[in-house]
């Protein structure tokens, strides 16, 4: 599904990212850890297309076409999905509107009708469910006035309504308390099936004994270093990146 | 320049003769007066400084409001505010249209009617209020206003009065056979503990070249409130220069809202007098201008006595090579103290040709005072640009929702919903990809 080669990035000439390799296959989990400053957002935001970050080398393919030539709607409407680390508050744009036409928009593109406001709000509720998220914030403006905790579930809610095919989770244990990253944990492992895949960006261990990883990558000084299964997590924990240089 | 003047001169003396034994003639000649002495402001005017109207006043109009000129139900109704019952006061080309008003079904003493009827039937109320209030020496616009009162609205709230429909004003202008001038002349008086709602609604739709310059001045007494909103969606090519002067009594509330959409070259003046402890007044304003518009807002409040407040919140979005002036003065008395004046002018700048000059300024002579103020000039947000694009959101209906969310802050502050409503169409409206932002706002 995603294969990333040899990839070099640079912000304002600030190498960022040097020879990074990785390759996803439907329905695997891919986690990829690392200290601050490894480069793990970047990598995040590079495959949702976020402006800034120029790539000096190496290619990304998404279902065999170069992902990186596509703007960020666009993948978005192929099924690429970013749930980020701070999602940011947009007073006066409405949640759930902006939830059913990006629907919409996605399903356009899929070839499938859209869904009415009937058929939308039975999918929001059947949704809700899954993280718990209280009714209220469905009618505000985006994000604004959510706790840390309520911007993260909003995240994984709205990765559920839409049913990406690439699911990027960046940092979205961060600042989360154990309950909740509970609930986040179980709503993404209730999304996960035999066509999805998923990278989970995570500084620490604790969200992955609640996601089990297919796979664990460790990102060092703009490449992986080293690569193993769910126990290189946990090693990781007892000994620290330190460990792997 | 001078032929302009003797134009005017010309029309005035045509207005004198028509209303010779008129008791207001001697104020018309000593504003006239002012106008000739004084001429038309130039950028060297301090209060002028980023505002040119040579465009104005290198101009021929015709300043003889006709009564002759037409409108259509399909006009009205795409003017008035659907779904919104008023009480209306329409004026084509600055005469009123009788047609077009409804002024019938009026609370007992309420009073609600045109002007020109008013200068007849009313005078010794008027005797006692009419351009009171202005500062004659402030701006010759208002002296010329003045000067060429022909017709605008005379409103009377007594005492103890909450009148819960609207009064809607609305001023259309219209295709005439050539340049013309409308003076409209509003005075609003607001009894002790009165209370209504005025909307001052200024259209125009035909690429007619004229000129709009219209004075309220407004007097509430102790304990009245009365919520002001202005809207300005004049033709491209047309010039618009507003004046509202308010004078408030103890525990009065003015709320004033402004608007301006249309329009070539665009001056608002506010001028607020809080004469009395308790008094307050809230001043919002939007402007959105593009190609080659020039908008100029100009606020004055003076805090003249103790426990007043005054805020103000004025946000503009600029596109094109338009321009966008705020200039908002806060005076504080001295023996005002414990007074709160808040005021902030927030820009969003759409294009690199668009340009703003934003003047904030503040006048303390008291030490007791809680003052703020702020400006600030911006582009629309990288993150929630990306935000929205990474959920499927082209960048240009991005970019445009971005841009009416910033508008909406101040829209969604008047409480008002036809009003809302159709302003929030009309701001969409101007906006690209505006099918499209509807589906989520």
């Known amino acids: 599904m995603l294969n990333i080669k040899d990839l070099y990035t640079a912000v304002e000439n600030k190498k960022i990212l040097e020879g990074l390799s990785l390759n996803v296959k439907a329905g695997e989990v891919h986690a990829i850890m690392g200290p601050n400053g490894s480069g793990k957002s970047t990598l995040a935001n590079i495959l949702a297309g976020k402006d800034g970050y120029q790539v000096t080398k190496g290619s990304v393919l998404y279902e065999d076409k170069n992902l990186l030539e596509l703007s960020p709607e666009e993948r978005a409407r192929k099924g690429v999905f970013l749930a980020f680390q701070y999602p940011v508050e947009i007073p006066g744009v409405n949640n759930i509107y902006l939830l059913k036409a990006a629907l919409n928009a996605i399903r356009k593109h899929k070839g499938e009708p859209e869904l009415d406001a009937m058929e939308f709000m039975s999918l929001v509720k059947e949704k809700m469910k899954l993280v718990q998220m209280n009714e209220d914030l469905l009618t505000r403006s985006v994000n604004e006035g959510f706790s840390g905790g309520e911007k993260k ?54 969200l992955l004994n609640y996601i089990k990883p297919d796979y664990v990558h460790v990102l060092g000084k703009g490449k992986i270093i080293k690569s193993g299964g769910p126990e290189l997590a946990l090693e990781l924990e007892e000994k620290g990146y330190d460990w792997i240089n | ?212 310059n219209s004075v309220t001045e407004t007097v509430l007494l102790q304990g009245s409130s009365l919520k002001h909103y202005k809207i300005q969606q004049e033709s491209a ?23 301006s959409i249309g329009g070539a070259l665009v001056r608002n003046n506010i001028n607020a007098s809080l004469n009395a402890e308790g008094a307050e007044i809230i001043m919002n304003g939007f402007y959105m201008t593009d190609n080659t518009q020039h908008v100029d807002n100009h606020t004055r409040v003076d805090h003249l006595k103790p426990h007043t407040q005054s805020h103000q919140n004025y946000r503009g979005v600029l596109n094109g090579k338009s321009r966008g002036v705020f200039n908002g003065k806060v005076v504080v008395h001295p023996q005002a103290q414990k007074i709160e004046a808040y005021q902030n002018n927030a820009n969003l700048l759409l294009s690199d040709d668009s340009e703003i000059d934003t003047k904030p300024e503040l006048e303390i002579y008291a030490d007791d005072v809680k ?65 499209l932002i509807r589906e989520y706002v």
């Open chain 1, 153 to 206: 579930r909003n995240e994984v809610f709205q990765m559920a309504i839409l049913e990406p095919k690439l699911a990027i989770l960046d940092e979205t244990d961060s600042g989360l308390d154990i309950d909740a990253l509970r609930i986040v944990a179980e709503g993404v492992n209730s999304l996960r099936n035999k066509e999805r895949a998923f990278i989970l960006v995570t500084h620490y261990q604790r």
């Open chain 2, 1 to 212: 320049m001078k032929d302009i003047i003797e134009n005017y001169s010309a029309d005035f003396k045509q207005l004198q003769n028509i209303n010779k034994n008129d008791w207001f003639a001697k104020e018309r000649q000593s504003a006239f007066d002012i106008f000739q002495k004084t001429g038309f402001p130039t950028t060297r005017n301090e209060n002028w400084k980023y505002t040119d109207v040579k465009p104005i006043a290198r101009n021929i109009f015709s300043n003889i409001s006709e009564s002759n000129v037409r409108t259509d139900n399909g006009e009205i109704d795409s003017v008035f505010f659907k779904g919104l019952e008023c009480i209306n006061l329409v004026f084509i080309n600055g005469a009123y249209s009788e047609e077009y008003s409804d002024i019938k079904n009026i609370d007992g003493k309420v009073v609600v009617k045109n002007m020109a009827s008013a200068l007849v039937n009313d005078k010794e109320i008027l005797k006692k209020h009419l351009a009171k209030s202005t500062d004659k020496t402030l701006s010759s616009f208002t002296a010329l206003n003045t000067a060429f009162i022909q017709d605008g609205a005379y409103i009377n709230i007594p005492s103890n009065i909450n009148i819960e429909k609207p009064i809607n004003i609305t001023y259309i202008s219209k295709d005439n056979t050539g340049k013309f001038a409308t003076h409209p002349r509003n005075l609003i008086l607001m009894g002790e503990n009165s209370k209504a709602t005025i909307i001052e609604n200024y259209v125009g739709n035909d690429e007619t070249n004229y000129f709009t």
């Open chain 2, 237 to 259: 090519n047309a010039f618009h220069i507003a004046s509202l002067n308010t004078s408030q009594s103890k525990d009065s509330r003015f709320e004033s809202h402004s608007i």
């Open chain 2, 371 to 435: 003052c703020t103020h702020g400006a600030t000039v911006g582009q629309l947000d990288d993150d929630m640009l990306f935000y929205l694009r990474s959920r499927a959101v082209d960048e240009q209906t991005a970019r445009s929702l971005l841009t009416y969310a910033f508008a909406d802050e101040i829209i969604k502050n008047i409480n008002f919903q036809a009003i809302e409503n159709k302003l929030e169409n009309l701001i969409i409206s101007r906006l690209p990809d505006s099918s």
